[in-house]
């Protein structure tokens, strides 16, 4: 929303010791209730937001490609034993869905201080993206598994496909973690 005042040439502002007379309109931007209500909670949402987790949990950069994927393990063996693989893509409304409500949520992240998380983003569906499929045995996203990060091995019993609840992923990391 936007005010305008107009000061005549009867109006003078004082800068200084100079008189200055004003004679064009002034337009002042006014902030919208949208900015005063969001600036307002800023300071609230930084103290609630919830903390980045270790350094050990962070991922990787998604993977697109089987290069990318081989060189990402590689990187992960020297720091987990195990990593959790999460096929995912931008136009996925469930993989939005899962990793809004799922892989955020407390218990499943102390999970994944113990388990890599690892994104693969095929998003693109390029030919990249479909070798890389291919190479995981996955039709397309959402699917996830836990694998042996040494050896790129899944293990049996840890896929899924589609929806699932955050019990279920918690049941599945558990024999991976040293949590009970």
């Not at 209730?33 to 930084?46: F, M, Q, T």
Request: aromatic share 6%.
């Amino acid at each position: 929303m936007s005010i305008s005042r107009f000061l005549s040439g009867a109006h003078a502002l004082t800068a200084g010791a100079e008189a200055i007379t004003v004679r064009d309109p002034i337009t002042v931007q006014a902030p919208s209730r949208r900015a005063v209500l969001l600036g307002g909670l800023a300071p609230i949402l930084s103290i609630a937001a919830p903390r980045e987790a270790p350094a050990v949990a962070a991922t990787m950069q998604p993977v697109t490609d089987i290069e990318s994927y081989r060189q990402t393990l590689t990187q992960l063996a020297s720091a987990y034993r195990f990593a959790l693989i999460d096929i995912r893509a931008d136009w996925c409304a469930v993989c939005h869905r899962i990793e809004r409500e799922i892989l955020a949520h407390p218990s499943v992240q102390r999970h994944l201080q113990h388990v890599a998380l690892e994104k693969v983003d095929v998003t693109a569906m390029d030919e990249g993206n479909r070798q890389l499929l291919s190479h995981l045995r996955a039709s397309g996203p959402p699917t996830f598994f836990i694998i042996d990060t040494a050896t790129g091995g899944e293990f049996r019993g840890t896929r899924s496909v589609g929806s699932f609840r955050r019990n279920d992923l918690v049941r599945r990391l558990r024999p991976f973690t040293r949590l009970g």
